[in-house]
């Protein structure tokens, strides 16, 4: 097929600009052979020739993003860092788990060269002193061609003491994790990073920037963040703004998995691409599986409230998918076609988050809990109306008031925009309702339907007195 | 039951030597004992946490939350099948049911020859590829009953030992900073100044 390589098996190519996939076509992109041949280190060296507020500065005006989940500008984030406080440190997120996800691996193990000038560029530009690369703990590749990058860089003196012979010193610490989701949440990989189990901090402080690691100014970024970097250090701001709308310029990778015809993951032009081109252009995935017609589908990562054919012609903007009730998260999305047992699929999700709870929070680490317990029941055929109602007052003691969802024309209802109010420290709590809630409000007629159809005997009639 | 060798020791240092503080190197140490035994014993946690001045309490404290730590043996290969959404809506509930008839256990068991462990695991980053799994964390793509099979086959019959280690290995590349080129950690508390670089002028 088109644009699929044999050697990056998930990744489809397209002809549209690349930003930090341009160099995957090479079976050897993650050599530092091929990514000298290939333009790499070039932006270190076009940063290093000038002096770091200026490149603060011309990463600030290129609204760069951060592809991790919140989208928070990447230049906006170094400067929250408190004037005259050392040393501070960059914390690289690489632990890539949200449901759905995955881009950061593929940056990692396809061009691993790319991740490193990113974090260089970063920490010569907001004065980091050291520099943290936490992957993913089940991502053997990915660390094996991190490491051997690194050591090949160092060698090079790309790395490490005195950097291209200039007064920039930075080490780059390769450190991997052990298997827990919510060690994506920054302040739980902070204390990941400290040798504790992975769970989130108390807010305030909201930012790491202010106090993180070893209660220094930390900057936490995203591989992707951080992988735009050299592109944009090269071909200056003017060039990555000219690419994508104002709000959202650049490109971002996108994974699109479920009932498609062609999963897969895209670079995608920011703010422009809609989900309809998306799910149905033949330069990306092409449509529904088998010709079925679409029925819902995840728009950013298992936490993300769901849309469905109404919200097709949503493009990938953070501002216009909140106004729809959900969010862009970490780029990815899941389809589901007409065949979709909706809520056993809720069901996937839900254990997921329950499952991943660190257990710091009462509404989350119980209210998680029990919404998969429910949810199980229900799909199990042994569910009650009444338990459709208990779901909802779990997940309004998780998240307080409406919760964000979709408008649907058919069933006349209206969006409630993102984000949620939560009564938790992370997001993981509320995301272990999102998949309910979007569920329920949107078919709810398929929980009924598995209710009405129970031939279990109801619980209240079990050893009845008389 | 083993504390580390002193190979591992070595390599144990230089890691602690990375972070400004050494307990920043419990995870990876955990991992070393990991690979060193196949599971975590009791007195590598011991060891670790006098290697980075922590209680052995607290390495189990940190050790335990982690779910790729195991504090008893498990098979030779971890066989991890997904099973959230993505790889559930292709049909990943019906691989756990094949795997499990064709290894004889059910998820969260390991084959009476000690061969085979078999997990529920949750999305593992290949969303497009599903169903998928990992074998000791090496990736098996758009997984069917008939692949599955030759895989473990395969596992069984020891042709793929050049691709997969035994379970405690994850990578079998390891960083390591060469002593003439590495800026080295120091603990925060003596670092008081700006970065030499952030003098208003380029560093080129």
């Not at chain 1, 591989?223 to 000219?242: H, K, Q, R, S």
């Not at chain 2, 190197?25 to 980075?52: C, F, K, R, S, W």
């Amino acid at each position: 097929m088109s644009g699929t390589y044999a050697h990056a098996p998930g990744f489809i190519a397209g002809d549209r600009p690349k930003i930090v996939t341009s160099r995957f076509e090479y079976e050897d992109s993650y050599t530092l052979q091929r990514y000298l041949a290939t333009d790499g280190y070039q932006g270190l060296r076009a940063a290093l020739g000038r002096a770091a507020n200026e490149v603060h500065d011309e990463v600030k005006s290129a609204t760069v993003l951060g592809r991790g989940g919140a989208g928070f500008p990447a230049g906006t984030k170094w400067g929250l860092t408190p004037q005259g406080v050392y040393p501070r440190y960059l914390v690289v997120n690489g632990d890539e788990s949200e449901p759905g996800t995955y881009k950061d691996r593929l940056l990692m193990e396809r061009d691993p060269h790319q991740l490193i000038e990113g974090c260089l560029i970063a920490c010569y530009a907001a004065g980091l002193s050291q520099c943290f690369l936490y992957i993913r703990g089940e991502m053997a590749l990915a660390q094996e061609r991190v490491a051997a990058a690194l050591n090949d860089a160092y060698a090079a003196g790309y790395v490490g003491k005195n950097i291209l012979g200039s007064k920039f010193s930075v080490d780059i610490v390769l450190h991997w994790g052990a298997g827990a989701y919510v060690v994506g949440e920054e302040t739980a990989l902070i204390e990941s990073l400290e040798g504790n189990r992975g769970m989130p901090r108390l807010k305030p402080p909201y930012f790491p920037a202010a106090i993180g690691l070893y209660g220094q100014p930390t900057i936490v970024n995203n591989v992707e963040t951080l992988a735009n970097l050299p592109w944009l250090m090269l071909n200056g701001a003017e060039a990555y703004t000219a690419i994508g709308t104002k709000t959202s310029p650049g490109t971002r990778m996108v994974a699109v998995s479920g009932h498609v015809n062609r999963p897969g993951v895209y670079e995608i032009i920011n703010g422009i691409t809609t989900f309809r081109d998306l799910l149905y252009k033949e330069e990306f995935c092409g449509g529904i599986r088998n010709g079925n017609k679409l029925k819902a589908f995840v728009p950013g990562g298992g936490s993300a409230p769901w849309f469905t054919e109404d919200q097709l012609d949503v493009a990938f903007e953070g501002p216009q998918a909140g106004a729809a009730g959900s969010m862009l998260g970490s780029g990815a999305v899941m389809v589901m076609d007409e065949t979709t047992d909706i809520p056993a699929a809720a069901l996937t999700l839900t254990r997921f988050y329950a499952h991943e709870s660190c257990g710091k929070c009462t509404p989350c680490r119980e209210g998680g809990t029990w919404l998969e317990r429910i949810l199980s029941r229900v799909v199990d055929g042994k569910g009650t109306m009444a338990d459709l109602d208990q779901l909802i007052e779990v997940g309004t003691s998780i998240c307080p008031g409406d919760f964000p969802h979709a408008s649907n024309e058919k069933l006349g209802i209206s969006a409630v925009p993102f984000p949620y109010k939560m009564n938790t420290i992370c997001f993981v709590g509320p995301s272990a309702y999102a998949p309910v809630n979007s569920a329920l409000v949107l078919f709810r007629e398929e929980f009924e339907a598995k209710i009405v159809k129970r031939n279990t005997i109801p619980v209240t009639a079990v050893g009845a007195a008389s | 039951m083993a504390r580390l060798t002193e190979d591992n020791v070595r390599l144990a240092k230089e890691i602690i030597g990375r972070y400004p503080r050494p307990r920043s190197a419990t995870i990876p140490l955990l991992h070393l004992a990991q690979q060193q035994d196949g599971y975590v014993t009791n007195d590598a946690m011991v060891h670790i946490g006098e290697l980075v001045g922590a209680t052995s309490a607290e390495v189990y404290g940190t050790a335990s939350f982690y779910e790729m730590f195991k504090f008893e043996p498990v098979g030779k290969y971890l066989v991890n099948i997904c099973g959230t959404m993505s790889c559930a809506l292709m049909g990943s509930e019906e691989l756990m049911h094949h795997a499990e008839h064709k290894l004889g256990v059910k998820a969260g068991g390991t084959t009476s020859d000690g061969m085979f462990t078999l997990e529920h695991a949750e999305c593992q980053a290949a969303c497009t590829e599903a169903p998928c799994l990992q074998v000791n964390y090496r990736y098996r793509f758009r997984v069917t009953p008939e692949s599955f099979d030759s895989l473990i086959d395969d596992l069984s019959a020891g042709r793929l030992t050049s691709e997969i280690p035994d379970h405690g290995t994850v990578a079998k590349v390891r960083q390591h900073i060469p002593a003439d080129r590495g800026v080295g950690a120091v603990p925060p508390e003596s670092v008081t100044e700006a970065p030499a670089w952030l003098d208003g002028k380029a560093a080129l």
